[in-house]
């Protein structure tokens, strides 16, 4: 086995544990195949949940809670229970929370459309057509990353905050490391892991296992850069990652300079947009330090951003 699937396989792995080690609820999760819902928590049950016809594809959603609208987009391989469970009751207490399956995810069936951060974006708009929402904040992890990146680009109208923790806009925003490490995933490497078990159990084909997993990876096996597009987003934007992420350091630093970032706030003011490299935190454990980020997320969200910095 050479360095490179030892790498591709370890990276698999980890996916595995992480999810394996998440906090557990006291009741569990309640996920059944079609047509249910997500129960999340002890009391927390979606307010409205169904599918929503958008280009051809019938998208599996969720909403909860009641306020300003933030959609979450989740990452590769992932679904609503796998990748929101824990985070739902924490951004739902005061805000109405959009959860949704992207193509070939979830209860949501793939359909013969290429896959694309580009296409998701588009299911994402309709999404919010679908729910008679003129805009709404956007937060999405990893590929849920890319996915809002497009979001911004291509529907800025419907746009009001950006949020991206451990995303790229640039296929070569990842450790190089990191990218030669897609081509060696094989569908192989998930076998029996609560990815291929959720995956079974929400009414899709055992048998095309494979091909989801080819499909999905598909979108990181070719070069996509859209620096110069997500330069010229207008709305302010918080990229969060950790210190031993995926995402290189510079990369993140680059968009922060193009929003206004790189200045000392206290001469200059403080830009719109914001930066957080959280310490001690690798991509998958992103999702473990809400103690974290959730915080930042809500005091970014909240804030008046044309207030001045704060003075002694």
Not at 13 to 34: F, N, Y
Not at 73 to 96: C, E, T, V, Y
Not at 221 to 232: C, F, G, H, I, Q
Not at 259 to 270: C, P, Q, S, T
Request: with cysteine.
């Amino acid at each position: 086995m050479n360095k490179q699937i030892i790498t591709g396989f370890a990276a698999a792995m980890m996916i595995t544990a992480a999810i394996s080690c998440q906090p557990r609820q006291k009741e569990p999760q309640k996920v059944p195949a079609e047509t249910g819902e997500t129960t999340v928590g002890q009391s927390a049950k979606p307010a409205e949940s169904g599918y929503a016809d958008v280009n051809g594809l019938k998208m599996y959603y969720e909403v909860y809670g009641e306020g300003k609208p933030i959609v979450l987009l989740h990452g590769s391989f992932m679904n609503i229970p796998l990748n929101w469970s824990q985070i739902i009751p924490l951004l739902a207490d005061d805000r109405k929370v959009i959860v949704a399956e992207m193509q070939a995810h979830g209860r949501t069936k793939d359909i013969p459309r290429e896959f694309s951060y580009e296409g998701m974006a588009d299911d994402v708009s309709g999404l919010l057509k679908h729910l008679k929402i003129d805009s709404a904040d956007i937060l999405g992890y990893s590929m849920g990353g890319g996915i809002a990146f497009q979001f911004a680009v291509r529907h800025p109208e419907q746009l009001r905050r950006l949020v991206v923790l451990s995303g790229t806009y640039a296929h070569d925003g990842w450790w190089p490391e990191v990218e030669a490490s897609y081509a060696t995933f094989t569908p192989e490497m998930f076998k029996g892991t609560p990815i291929q078990k959720q995956y079974d159990s929400l009414g899709n084909d055992p048998a095309r296992f494979p091909e989801f997993v080819k499909k999905v990876l598909s979108i990181d096996l070719k070069p996509y850069d859209w620096s110069e597009e997500v330069k010229k987003i207008q709305a302010p934007m918080l990229m969060a990652i950790g210190d031993a992420d995926g995402v290189r350091y510079e990369h993140a630093l680059e968009l922060f300079r193009a929003k206004g970032g790189g200045k000392m706030g206290d001469i200059n003011g403080l830009p719109e947009s914001r930066l957080a490299i959280l310490p001690g935190t690798t991509h998958i454990g992103m999702m473990l330090r809400t103690d974290w980020w959730i915080p930042m997320v809500k005091d970014f969200l909240d804030a008046d951003l044309h207030a001045p910095p704060p003075t002694f």
